[in-house]
Structures are given as structure tokens and as C-alpha cells.
């Protein structure tokens, strides 16, 4: 027995040296591994970064400023950036030489503090004396161009490496494409918003140089890569002839219609534009492509929640109009949808092919089947969220809410150029081919919203220091980013940018949610017309023909059983409503426990299993002989 102890004993002793051991040999060989457990693989590096990092042609030369005062008074933010350094270090890695990582510490009163602050980079106070850290970085390229991090904030790990990955490109290739902006949407200076850009134009501007253009095309084919029309308002005939002749000869078009531009009226009255939505109808019939402007798509199942007030009270309840499309809704083998997230839209109109169309269409963004269109006129006044909800009837098909287009395409202006009023020909156009028919199959894309462009739709704002940080909570700029990269031919960063947004809802308790919602509502419902009849004859009982109020003994007998009726079916409506509250908050409850308790309960399991296997196997020796 003391020899099977002793065993025992160092049989311990050497598993803690093995342990050991091997955790030493791990610190040391296995430094840079790591194994990524999430589900979109956010902490492995991605195609389109190794990519970027081998493409590089000329070195590019990273300075980090990390200050050493950064580990002594803020240990959170000393992991983090850890991290940013080690991210930094793989990257240098890939890119075998083509990328030069200095790293400084920038101490107070040093060079390298006064290097730091001449690049830009902000530094936030640590202490009670108020010492700066610095925590960003400063890239340049062979022709000394300038890329800056200012701070890296924890607030973005998520995009660290889309932050790092887009700054690399810029230097590895600073010739951009350019875009012709076209339209009534006031991208680049919104009067609404203090005439400062919306936030998809400042993402755009990072990889495409963006031309607004008003006007007709002189040298449409020359100039531009790829034509971006948002909103084409008020067209006059050359300018369609000119979209026209640029999509025939090739061109790449980007273009957003909307039936109804909820979040951007306002600006656009404000800067005396006018509105048609028909504005491309005559290039759209000549591609038989119907985009319907006088409708909105409506769809129970994706409509996001906004607060409404209802007999004094603020209630949330799904607006048909707008919706979160997730899932299903995106076109997974075509690069442009495959890796979004979410994307928000409201009052988007559909597209669908006439008879007769050559060209395909392949959907981007789709509704689902609980589905139905909504005339506009429906939704131009104040939001009916409740009379929609009731009116609701599904068409049981999916609406396409925006698409790629291609195929060939005849000219919408089969009579050539138009002309001047005085009959003639306009200097612009000649010496300039007309085309009949397109040169090669189109390649356009179709979004019937432009709502989906605006700002609080799809990301909020954080300042630090001089420097505004987009912080999205929906893929809207990325699709649009995509679309352009695609229509361009390039698609070194499509990979990239969805991977940060980390929006995860509960799918399956929002279908829940919307089963009580709707088994309930039937029942709100029957109630508060039941109320309003109750109130409309208890202001009938106390007053006569002349309007005065003379109640009889037996009249003031009936008011109060009519008001008894009245506060029976308030308790009752609100017996209701705190059902379906009381109904989701279980069913949140449950997948919680779920969600938070199985792995416990397996683990406990599993350990269980492992004891009584372990009692059960000396048992079974000692009855050999």
C-alpha cells in the first residue's frame, strides 16, 4: 500500500512538472498561435487583408506610439493595446518586408511625445495631473502620403483589423477610382445636418474619389469609373441620353430610386430640389425593368419596432415600411450580399422584369414571403403603425428591393441624340458615337430605396478628440461599398467589411414575439373599439339637443353602469397588454436559462459520467483473480 502511494505522489508531481513544462514550451513556440472560436472568425486574419498584405509593391513604414505610462495606470487599455501590437506584428510578418513596423514609447517632454502630436495622434489623461498616453499610429508610403490612426479606441476592436487593412490599401494603391455622383441626395453637404457629409459619403471617399456632377456628360467616358446616381430628381433629355450612352458603352451605374425619401425630404426641400421618382423610367422601359415607385413593401416578419403614443402612452410596435433584412433576404452567391449582416431599409419600392426583358436580374436584397405592397399615399402622413398591422394582408411572395442587372440593352433614344429646341444638334454630341444598342452586357446595380443611405438608419457617431468615429450597428455602408467595388472590377475589401458588424438578435424570440403580438392584438383590438363605442354613448347619455348637460335620475343611473363598462374594459385591455408582456418576457427568460445554463449542466454532466466510470473500473479489477 505505501509503495502504491508513493506512486501515487509522484505520478502527481510529475504531471505538475509535465504541466509546467508544457506551458513554458507553448509561451515560447506557440506564441503567435491562436485558435478562433467565433462564428464569423473575427480574430482571424482575412482573405482580402492577406491579400492587401501581399500586393504591397513599395514598403510602407508604420510608427505605433504605445506610451509606457499606459501600462501603469490604465491595464485595461495596456491589453488592448497589446493586441493592436501583436496584429501589427503578423501583419509585418505577411507582407515579408514590404511593411516596416517602428514601435515607439513616447514618454512625457521626449521626441517622440512632440512626433506623435505633429502626426495628429490624440492622447487622453491618465492621472490626476492630467500626463497624456498615446495609443495610435502614423503610415506613410514611398511618395509620402499620410495615413493616420489617431487612437485606438476599444470601442472598435471589432473593425481593428478593417481599420488596419483599409489604411494599408490606401498607401499600397493611392490612385483611386473616381465616381460621378449624381442626384438630389445632399451626400456631401447635407443643409439638415450642418451642411456636413453623411457618413456613407465619408466611407466611400476612403477608396473612391468622388466627383458630384451636375450637368451634362461631355466626357462621360473618359472621366469616370463608375456613375453613382442617388435620387436622380428632376433629368432632362441629354442628361438621361448621356446616362443612357455611358451604360451602352460599358459604363458601371450604381443607381438608387425611392417612392417615398422619408429621412431626406426635408434636406432636399431645403435645397429647392424637386422629386420624380420617374425620373429613369424611360431607361428603365427600354430595358424592360419595372421599378414600381408608387408602392412601398411591407413585410411583418423583418419590420423593425418604433415607439408610437396610443391614449397617452408610448408603445413599441413593428412599422411594415421599415425593415432589418437579415438571413435569407441577401443573395449569398453574389459578393456584394454574401457577407452583410443587416441592412436597413425603410419604404423601399421592388423590381421585377416586364415581358419581353433580355436582361437577368439577380436579387441583392429580398423581402420575405409574409410580405405585401403598400400604396405610398398610405404612408406620406403620419405613421399608421397600428392600421397597417390591421390592414395587413400577405401576398405570400418575396419582393426584390434591389438587384443586378445585366444582359444587352437597346438605347432608350432609338432616334439618336435629343435635339435643341431650335431643332439642331448640341455641339456636346458632336463627333460622338451613338449608340444603339449596348456594346457589351450591362452591368448596373438597382436599389429601390435611399433611405438606406442615411445615417441614423445604420450607424452612430462617437467624438474623440478632433476625429468623428462612425460606429455602425448595420451593414448599409458596406452593401453600398460592395456594389461599388464590384461594378469597379475590384474586390480586395468586399471579404473585409461586414466582419465588424456584430449584431446578433434573438431571430427566434422576435417569431415569437410576433406569434403573441398577433394573438393578442385581435383582441386589443375588439377591445378599444368596444371602449370608444362605451365613451362615444356615455357623452351621448349627459348631453341633450341643445348641448347642455340634463341628467334625468335614470340617466345618471345608466353613466355610471356605462362608465362601470367602460373601466371594465380598460382593466380588461390592460389584462391584455400585460399578457403579451408577461408572454415574451418568459419566452426571454427561457432561452436564457438556455442560452446561459446548458454548458454548465453538460459540464456537470460529463464529469458525473467521468466519476462513476472512474469508481466503477477499480471495482471491476479488484473482482479479477
Not at 482573405?47 to 500586393?55: D, S, Y
Request: proline residues 5%.
Amino acid at each position: 500500500m505505501a509503495g502504491h502511494h508513493n506512486f501515487q505522489i509522484l505520478a502527481i508531481l510529475m504531471a505538475i512538472l509535465s504541466f509546467m513544462s508544457i506551458t513554458i514550451l507553448a509561451n515560447v513556440t506557440l506564441k503567435n498561435v491562436s485558435i478562433d472560436v467565433t462564428e464569423d472568425n473575427l480574430y482571424t486574419l482575412s482573405r482580402a487583408t492577406h491579400n492587401t498584405l501581399a500586393n504591397i509593391d513599395e514598403p510602407i513604414v508604420i510608427d505605433f506610439y504605445v506610451s509606457p505610462l499606459l501600462y501603469e495606470e490604465l491595464p485595461s487599455l495596456a491589453n488592448y493595446a497589446d493586441r493592436v501590437r501583436e496584429l501589427l506584428l503578423r501583419y509585418s510578418e505577411i507582407a515579408r518586408g514590404q511593411l516596416v513596423l517602428n514601435i515607439y514609447r513616447p514618454g512625457l517632454f521626449t521626441v517622440d511625445e512632440e512626433r506623435a502630436m505633429e502626426y495628429g495622434l490624440q492622447s487622453i489623461p491618465v492621472n490626476v495631473n492630467g500626463d497624456p498616453v498615446f495609443l495610435g499610429l502614423a503610415a506613410t508610403n514611398s511618395t509620402d502620403d499620410l495615413q493616420v490612426i489617431p487612437f485606438f479606441s476599444p470601442d472598435r476592436e471589432r473593425f481593428l483589423e478593417y481599420d488596419l487593412t483599409k489604411m494599408i490599401a490606401a498607401l499600397s494603391n493611392p490612385q483611386k477610382p473616381t465616381v460621378a455622383l449624381i442626384g438630389t441626395l445632399p451626400l456631401n453637404a447635407d443643409p439638415a445636418r450642418q451642411n456636413r457629409p453623411w457618413f456613407v459619403y465619408e466611407e466611400i471617399k476612403e477608396f473612391f474619389e468622388i466627383r458630384r456632377h451636375d450637368g451634362i456628360f461631355s466626357a462621360i467616358d473618359d472621366e469616370f469609373d463608375i456613375i453613382f446616381i442617388a435620387l436622380p430628381g428632376k433629368l432632362s433629355e441629354k442628361e438621361l441620353y448621356a446616362i443612357d450612352q455611358y451604360i451602352l458603352g460599358g459604363g458601371s451605374a450604381l443607381i438608387l430610386i425611392d417612392p417615398l425619401p422619408e429621412m431626406s425630404i426635408r434636406s432636399i426641400y431645403q435645397l429647392g430640389e424637386e422629386l420624380d421618382s420617374g425620373a429613369l423610367e424611360k431607361l428603365f422601359g427600354a430595358w424592360k425593368l419595372d421599378v414600381d415607385v408608387e408602392h412601398v413593401v411591407g413585410d411583418s416578419q423583418l419590420a423593425q419596432r418604433i415607439r408610437v403614443r396610443e391614449r397617452g402612452r408610448d408603445r413599441a410596435v413593428r412599422y411594415l415600411p421599415w425593415l432589418a433584412l437579415r438571413g435569407s433576404s441577401f443573395n449569398k452567391d453574389d459578393v456584394i450580399t454574401r457577407d452583410v449582416n443587416q441592412i436597413n431599409m425603410a419604404s423601399a419600392g421592388s423590381i421585377e422584369l416586364l415581358e419581353g426583358a433580355k436582361v437577368s436580374i439577380s436579387p441583392l436584397l429580398s423581402s420575405s414571403l409574409q410580405s405585401m405592397r403598400i400604396d405610398v399615399d398610405r404612408i406620406q402622413f403620419p405613421p399608421d403603425a397600428f392600421g397597417l398591422i390591421d390592414e395587413f394582408v400577405s401576398e405570400e411572395r418575396s419582393f426584390t428591393m434591389a438587384a443586378r442587372i445585366n444582359g444587352h440593352v437597346p438605347s432608350a433614344f432609338v432616334s439618336g441624340p435629343p435635339l435643341d429646341p431650335d431643332g439642331t444638334l448640341s455641339d456636346i454630341f458632336h463627333n460622338r458615337l451613338h449608340r444603339t444598342e449596348s456594346v457589351a452586357p450591362i452591368n448596373v446595380v438597382v436599389v429601390a430605396d435611399t433611405d438606406i443611405l442615411f445615417d441614423d438608419l445604420w450607424a452612430g457617431a462617437e467624438q474623440i478628440g478632433r476625429d468623428v468615429q462612425i460606429r455602425p450597428f448595420a451593414s448599409n455602408a458596406q452593401f453600398i461599398l460592395n456594389a461599388l467595388d464590384s461594378l469597379h472590377g475590384s474586390i480586395g475589401l468586399v471579404d473585409l467589411r461586414s466582419r465588424g458588424i456584430l449584431s446578433r438578435p434573438f431571430q427566434r424570440l422576435e417569431a415569437i414575439t410576433r406569434k403573441a403580438e398577433s394573438r393578442y392584438r385581435s383582441s386589443e383590438k375588439l377591445l378599444t373599439e368596444k371602449l370608444a363605442e362605451t365613451e362615444s354613448r356615455i357623452r351621448s347619455a349627459r348631453i341633450d339637443n341643445s348641448g347642455a348637460i340634463v341628467l334625468t335620475e335614470k340617466q345618471f343611473e345608466i353613466l355610471r353602469e356605462l362608465r362601470g363598462e367602460a373601466d371594465d374594459i380598460r382593466n380588461e385591455l390592460r389584462g391584455v397588454q400585460l399578457s403579451l408582456r408577461e408572454d415574451i418576457e418568459r419566452t426571454k427568460l427561457w432561452l436564457t436559462v438556455v442560452n446561459i445554463g446548458a454548458m454548465p449542466v453538460v459540464v456537470i454532466c460529463v464529469a458525473l459520467f467521468l466519476v462513476v466510470v472512474g469508481r466503477a473500473h477499480p471495482a471491476r479489477r479488484e473482482q479479477k483473480p
